[in-house]
C-alpha cells in the first residue's frame, strides 16, 4: 500500500456519527468512501456509529454496510479489510434516542483511546432530507457529544433568504460557524479544485482570466437520470434550488474568484464570497425553466405542477474584473447527455485577414474546457492551417487527462476528500452563511416571479427558448468534436 503523505489526513483518530447510515447516499457514498479512507490509511484511527430510522441491531447494520460496499465500491473489499472495518461500526436506531447515542459514542471513543491513545474528535454527517436537519442537531446537543465535533450538513441548504437565516440561526445555537460544513461534492472533484491551479499557477492563462479576453463563459451541467424515487422530495425543490443555488454558483465562484491572499482556506473563502456579493440579482427574464414531459404522472408529484426539472439563465458579477461578461448556466434531468464542463470562450481577434471561405470563425471562438468528471480533462481548441495549398483553417484541439498521467489511481471521489478535509477543519471547498445567504438574496427576484416552465421531451436539451438565451452564442454541448479517450500505448 501506498505511503499517505504527511497533512493528508487528520491528527486526530476519528469518531463518525453517521445519521442516515442506511440511506441511499450513506450506501453508495459514504461508507465505502469511509472504508477506502480508514483501510487505505489515510485516518489514523476510526469508528463509525450508524444512526437511522431503521430498527436493525449491530448485526443487521454491518451486513446493511457489508451489501453496500459490495455493490458500490469501485475498490475490491477483502476479507480481512472487512473484519477490521466491521470492528469499527456501531449502531443506534434513531427511537433510542440521547442517552443511547451518548453510550455509543463514548463507546467508540473508549476503545480509540485504548488502541491509540491521546485526543479524537467528532464528525457528526448529517445525511438526512432538510426536514430532519435540525431534529438531529438537537439530539447531538442532548447527547452531549457537540464539543470537539464538526458537523457535515448536506444540501439543499434553505429553500430561500428567510429559511437559511432562519437555519443558519438555530444551527449557532448548538454549533459555531467555524464547527458547520455546508457540503457541495461538486468542489470535492480533483478538476474543481485543478482550476485554481491551472488559474493561479500558469503565466500563459493568468493574465488574460477577465473581461478584455474573455466573451462569455458556460457552466453545463445536463444530466440523463430522471429522480427515481426522489420526486416527492424534488416537488418541493426544483432543478433551481438543487443544483444551480448549491452547485453551479460555487463553482463559478472557483471560475471567477480574485487570487485569494494565499492557498487556505480562509483567504480562499473571502474570495468566493466577494464573488457572490458582486453578483447581481437573478432576472426572470434571464431565466429558462422547463419541465420535462410525463414528470407530472410520477409518484409524489402535482398533477399541474410547476416545479422546474430544467434550469438555464444568464448572470452577471457586476466587479472590475468581469463587468459586461455573461455567465450561462444550466442544468436538468432527462437530458440527451450526463455532462459536467466548464466552457470559457474567448473574444475573436477584432479583425479577420483571412478570404472569404478560409473557415475561419465557422466554428465559433475558441474555448478552454474543463470536464468536471471524476477524471480531470481538459482541452483548448484553436484554428489551425488545413495542409496543402491554400489557406483553410479548421478547428483544432490540446487536450490533457488524468488518464496521460499514470496518476488516475491516486484521485479520491469527492465525498472521500470533503469527508477528509472536514476532519481537518479545512474549509476550502465548503461554503460559509454569508455564502449561502447572499446567493438565496440574488435569488429572491426569481424565486418570487418565475417564469412558466416549458415542456420538453426526455432525451432531449430542454426548451427549445434556450438558444434565444444565449443568442448570438451557441452552447457548447453537445460538443463539435469528441473528447480523446486515454492512449494505451502511454506515448
Known amino acids: 500500500m501506498a505511503k499517505i503523505p504527511p497533512g493528508v489526513g487528520p491528527r486526530f483518530p476519528q469518531v463518525v456519527v453517521l445519521f442516515g447510515a442506511t440511506g441511499d447516499l450513506a450506501r453508495r457514498k459514504l461508507l465505502p468512501g469511509l472504508f477506502h479512507l480508514a483501510s487505505a490509511g489515510f485516518i489514523p484511527g476510526c469508528r463509525i456509529v450508524g444512526v437511522s430510522l431503521d430498527d436493525l441491531d449491530l448485526d443487521g447494520f454491518r451486513a446493511s454496510a457489508r451489501k453496500a460496499l459490495d455493490e458500490f465500491s469501485a475498490r475490491k473489499v477483502s476479507d480481512a479489510d472487512w473484519a477490521t472495518f466491521a470492528a469499527c461500526l456501531d449502531y443506534v436506531p434513531l427511537a433510542a434516542g440521547a442517552p443511547a447515542l451518548k453510550a455509543a459514542v463514548d463507546r467508540a471513543e473508549q476503545s480509540l483511546m485504548q488502541s491509540f491513545g491521546g485526543e479524537c474528535r467528532r464528525l457528526h454527517y448529517l445525511s438526512v432530507p432538510p426536514s430532519a436537519a435540525l431534529p438531529a442537531v438537537r439530539l447531538l446537543h442532548e447527547a452531549g457529544v457537540v464539543e470537539r465535533s464538526r458537523i457535515v450538513m448536506e444540501k439543499p441548504f434553505g429553500t430561500d433568504k428567510a429559511s437559511s437565516v432562519s437555519l443558519n440561526a438555530k444551527l449557532h445555537e448548538v454549533f459555531a460557524e467555524e464547527q458547520i460544513f455546508r457540503i457541495d461534492h461538486f468542489l470535492g472533484k480533483e478538476p474543481a479544485q485543478n482550476i485554481l ?287 480523446r479517450g486515454p492512449n494505451p500505448h502511454g506515448s
Open 197 to 483: 491551479a491551472f488559474r493561479f499557477a500558469n503565466g500563459l492563462f493568468e493574465p488574460i482570466w477577465n473581461r478584455n479576453f474573455i466573451d462569455h463563459v458556460q457552466i453545463d451541467v445536463p444530466e440523463t437520470l430522471g429522480l427515481g424515487k426522489r420526486s416527492a422530495f424534488y416537488e418541493q425543490t426544483g432543478a433551481y434550488r438543487d443544483m444551480v443555488v448549491t452547485h453551479l454558483f460555487q463553482i463559478l465562484a472557483f471560475m471567477a474568484m480574485e487570487p485569494p491572499t494565499a492557498l487556505e482556506p480562509a483567504p480562499i473563502s473571502e474570495e468566493k464570497n466577494k464573488v457572490f456579493r458582486s453578483m447581481l440579482p437573478v432576472q426572470p427574464g434571464d431565466v429558462v425553466r422547463g419541465q420535462y414531459t410525463g414528470y407530472r404522472d410520477e409518484d409524489g408529484v402535482d398533477p399541474e405542477s410547476e416545479t422546474e426539472t430544467f434550469i438555464a439563465l444568464k448572470c452577471f458579477i457586476d466587479n472590475w474584473r468581469w463587468a459586461g461578461v455573461p455567465f450561462f448556466l444550466r442544468t436538468g434531468k432527462r437530458l440527451a447527455e450526463g455532462q459536467r464542463i466548464i466552457s470559457i470562450a474567448f473574444r475573436e481577434p477584432p479583425k479577420s485577414m483571412f478570404p472569404a471561405g478560409s473557415g475561419v470563425g465557422a466554428q465559433g471562438p475558441d474555448h478552454l474546457t474543463f470536464d468536471l468528471a471524476d477524471a480531470s480533462k481538459m482541452s483548448l481548441s484553436f484554428y489551425g492551417k488545413r495542409p496543402g495549398p491554400g489557406m483553410r483553417l479548421d478547428k483544432l484541439s490540446l487536450q490533457f487527462a488524468m488518464h496521460d498521467t499514470g496518476l488516475i489511481g491516486d484521485v479520491l471521489e469527492a465525498y472521500e476528500r470533503l469527508i477528509l478535509d472536514a476532519m481537518r477543519g479545512d474549509r476550502t471547498l465548503f461554503t460559509t452563511a454569508e455564502g449561502i445567504e447572499r446567493l438565496w438574496e440574488v435569488s429572491t427576484h426569481l424565486l418570487e416571479a418565475p417564469p412558466p416552465v416549458r415542456l420538453y421531451p426526455p432525451g432531449s436539451w430542454g426548451p427549445k427558448s434556450i438558444h434565444q438565451l444565449i443568442a448570438p452564442h451557441a452552447w457548447r454541448l453537445p460538443f463539435e468534436r469528441a473528447w
